[in-house]
């Protein structure tokens, strides 16, 4: 009897699927509240591989550091979310992320300005393209109706939109600065593009042909000030949560964030919509439309070769079509491939793009450098601690001296 139980049960694991034992890989990420979407993205992969990808999301303040530290321990992810351009680059210098040159349809499936952010000195592709998101300012429709209040069309429009609302007894402005990294990534550079212009102004910035307190610069950190009397008393601690809530819940008419937080806002009830932050003269409105996240292989991983399968699949019709069904609708796609943006509030956001100047978030590609003196500056400038020719010329200092 004991023989024939021993052979039934050698049949039985026999007869088990392949994919019991298939390998099991693991993803870091910042993206801690795509967890279900993201869980959904990697199952459709092992259903058509077998291979099991495990989501293992870092607290965004915290993933640059944890993941460096992850990979310089040689307890690194087997795939990571890579930032875009000096943050990635980075750790491709080092030899912590993998040269994807093999990776099929990277080069086919994706622009050049598209892959750019992602691309070494060398010219060498190390992380495959994942999502862009779009910056923009929320309202509440009801709020605004209430007061009678159009959508501004020009900064002045918006400050008096400001100042109609705080008249009236209601908070204009969510935003806050107690995590700090919001204030600057979400609403300065989100505006920022009005008065510096695209890409090619952007990079004489970068190359030191214009500085970095010109008219231009000093124009936007004079209209930023204006902002202060429209926030929150309790701005400054004010968590980027807190502000999230505060727009949610209807004690605050607007919100300066990015496209990310339009799934947050869903099934709330809240009736919002959203307009771009306006430049001084209307026709110089452009948006602030960033190239964020793409997915790298870690080089020391034992599984680089099934890494690189997985993005193989992403860089593929197969992956885009999984993306495009799974991941949130707020994350644009950078892959050449159809895409149809479904969610009507994402489609709203996408489309204020549309006839404007769009560039990445200022210093992401050449700059990073300059966040924590600028973020420093710009709270400060919020609170009344320096002018805006103080704040423009500190960061200049900081630029002459790199």
Same mark, same amino acid.
């Given at each position: 009897m004991r023989k024939i139980l021993a052979l039934a049960l050698v049949l039985l694991l026999l007869s088990l699927p392949v994919f019991a034992s298939a390998l099991t890989l693991t993803m870091g *990420?910042?993206? @801690?509240?795509?967890?279900?979407?993201?869980?959904?993205?990697?199952?459709?992969?092992?259903?058509?591989?077998?291979?099991?990808?495990? %989501?293992?999301?870092?607290?965004p303040p915290e993933y640059n550091a944890n993941i460096r530290l992850q990979l310089e321990s040689g307890?690194?992810?087997?795939?990571?979310?890579?930032?875009?351009?000096?943050?990635?680059?980075?750790?491709?210098?080092?030899?912590?992320?993998?040269?994807?040159?093999?990776?099929?349809?990277?080069?086919?499936?994706?622009?050049?300005? *598209?892959?750019?952010?992602?691309?070494?000195?060398?010219? *060498?592709?190390?992380?495959?393209?994942?999502?862009?998101?779009?910056?923009?300012?929320?309202?509440?429709?009801?709020?605004?109706?209430?007061?009678?209040?159009?959508?501004?069309?020009?900064?002045?429009?918006?400050?008096?939109?400001?100042?109609a609302l705080k008249a009236a007894g209601v908070?204009?402005?969510?935003?806050?600065?107690?995590?700090?990294?919001?204030?600057l990534e979400c609403f300065f550079l989100g505006m920022l593009p009005n008065y510096v212009g695209g890409a090619e102004e952007r990079v004489k910035y970068q190359n030191g042909e214009k500085p970095l307190n010109d008219e231009a610069f000093l124009?936007?950190?004079?209209?930023?000030?204006? !902002? @202060?009397?429209?926030?929150?008393?309790? %701005?400054s601690a004010m968590t980027y949560n807190d502000s999230q809530v505060m727009f949610g819940s209807g004690r605050a008419a607007m919100f300066m964030d990015g496209s990310w937080?339009?799934?947050?806002?869903?099934?709330?009830?809240?009736?919002?919509?959203?307009?771009a932050i306006p430049a001084r003269d209307a026709?110089?409105?452009?948006?602030?439309?960033?190239?964020?996240?793409? !997915?790298?292989?870690?080089?020391? *991983?034992?599984n680089l070769e099934e890494a690189k399968k997985f993005l193989n699949w992403g860089a593929s019709e197969d992956g885009a079509n999984a993306a495009?069904?799974?991941?949130?609708?707020v994350f644009f796609p950078m892959i050449e491939l159809p895409a149809t943006i479904e969610n009507p509030h994402a489609a709203e956001i996408y489309a204020l793009n549309e006839g404007k100047v769009t560039d990445t978030r200022f210093i992401w590609p050449a700059l990073t450098d300059l966040y924590v003196p600028m973020n420093i500056e710009i709270i400060k400038l919020l609170k009344g601690e320096v002018t805006p020719q103080e704040a423009a010329d500190a960061v200049q200092a900081v630029f002459e001296g790199l």
């Open positions: *990420s910042w993206r @801690a509240d795509d967890v279900e979407q993201m869980n959904a993205f990697l199952n459709a992969y092992k259903e058509a591989s077998g291979v099991e990808i495990l %989501f293992q999301p870092i607290n307890t690194g992810p087997d795939l990571l979310y890579s930032r875009s351009y000096a943050t990635g680059r980075e750790l491709y210098d080092a030899g912590f992320v993998a040269d994807l040159s093999d990776v099929e349809g990277l080069m086919q499936n994706y622009t050049a300005n *598209s892959r750019d952010p992602w691309t070494a000195s060398d010219g *060498s592709p190390f992380a495959v393209p994942f999502a862009a998101v779009s910056h923009s300012m929320y309202y509440n429709k009801d709020i605004f109706a209430a007061n009678d209040l159009a959508v501004p069309t020009t900064w002045d429009e918006f400050l008096a939109v400001c100042e908070t204009p402005l969510a935003n806050g600065v107690a995590d700090e990294w919001d204030i124009a936007a950190y004079t209209d930023f000030a204006m !902002i @202060a009397p429209y926030l929150d008393e309790i %701005f937080t339009c799934g947050t806002y869903g099934d709330s009830g809240l009736e919002w919509s959203v307009f026709a110089d409105t452009a948006v602030c439309f960033h190239l964020d996240m793409a !997915i790298a292989a870690n080089a020391a *991983s034992p495009g069904k799974f991941m949130p609708a």
